[in-house]
């Protein structure tokens, strides 16, 4: 029997030093082809994964040795928690381990799109100097809405009060007199007191049922015609034909997106909008980060399978 199979690009020292005490195969383009991930994962104990992989029901109950499915990050919308827990198999994440990085990519989006960044970037270095066409907006003064108030938004929120903007939130399980909420002096709102009030907006909830489409119509007309919109979370919690529509009939100004319904998305009207800023799902990409992660889901896939007690279990 094998020990760990690794079906998307995770490397570092952490996985290099699993081969001390494990077996470990390395096959990053696996994830493209659930059937042969399938027949592969059969005599394996753990499965290492991002966020590409479908660890759906038919894939758990196909491995038989199963113990462990190790995700590197802190979303598990790709992995049936349900269908692991029936076969008894642990499911290892980082949930903490990469929200420096996405805070400060959202920080970033947000820069870019109040300074049309990139666009000017791209003119520059086309020879044009069309210094008057990328007129901007300061973050200082204004107020950035928060939809998630975990640990990156948290994260998020302490250094958005550094550039001075004032902070509001929305969050279910955030109680507005706890700790997270009194440091960023951030009200808790309804969402649509949140979205009416905000000149930016960053969701940072995961993808579970509730959260589907949670952006829609009625979220976007709810925001103001010079808010920014900004999504390095989950693409499922935005409906992107809505999202489009806002855009083109202005009901927003703007939108960064690092994360998208389909991923790698399909061709898409946001692809030709200028007041779009498109990323490749890039916020936890950064090497610190991923040393982070890898460090905590290589000592938690092997805590498993030495039957020790894992850091981090998702339920
Ligand atoms: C996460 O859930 O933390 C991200 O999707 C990580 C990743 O880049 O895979």
Redesign the pocket.
Same mark, same amino acid.
């Given at each position: 029997m094998s020990d760990i199979l690794i079906s998307e690009r995770i490397t570092g020292a952490a996985v290099d030093a699993l081969s001390d005490d494990f077996t470990v195969a390395t096959e990053p383009d696996l994830w493209r082809s659930p059937d042969d991930l399938r027949d592969r994962l059969a005599g394996f104990r753990a499965l290492m994964v991002? #966020?590409q992989t479908q660890v759906d029901a038919r894939l758990i109950a196909s491995a038989p040795s199963l113990e462990v499915i190790g995700r590197? $990050?802190? $979303?598990t919308d790709n992995i049936d928690l349900d269908a692991a827990k029936q076969h008894g198999v642990a499911v290892v994440y980082t949930p903490e381990q #990469?929200a420096i990085s996405v805070a400060e990519l959202v920080m970033g989006s947000m820069l870019s799109l109040a300074r049309h960044i990139p666009a000017a970037s791209l003119n520059a270095s086309e020879g044009g100097w069309d210094r008057h066409r990328f007129m901007g907006v300061e973050l200082y003064g204004k107020t950035l809405g928060i939809v998630g108030l975990g640990r990156i938004g948290h994260r998020l929120g302490i250094r958005a009060r550094a550039f001075g903007m004032d902070i509001v939130a929305h969050d279910p399980f955030v109680r507005a007199d706890g700790v997270v909420a009194s440091e960023l002096r951030s009200p808790m709102l309804s969402l649509t007191e949140l979205l009416a009030r905000s000149d930016f907006v960053s969701c940072h909830m995961p993808l579970i049922p509730e959260t589907k489409h949670l952006f829609n119509d009625a979220a976007f007309a709810a925001m103001r015609p010079t808010a920014y919109f900004v999504n390095a979370a989950r693409g499922g919690v935005v409906d992107e034909t809505a999202l489009i529509r806002a855009l083109r009939d202005g009901d927003i100004a703007g939108a960064a997106l690092d994360v998208r319904e389909v991923e790698p998305p399909v061709a898409s009207p946001l692809n030709d909008m200028d007041n779009v800023i498109l990323t490749p799902?890039i =916020? =936890?990409?950064t090497d610190e980060a991923q040393e982070r992660v890898v460090a905590s889901l290589c000592g938690d896939v092997a805590a498993v399978l030495r039957g020790e007690m894992p850091a981090h279990i998702a339920r």
């Open positions: 991002r #966020n590197a $990050g802190v $979303g #990469n799902h =916020a =936890a990409l």
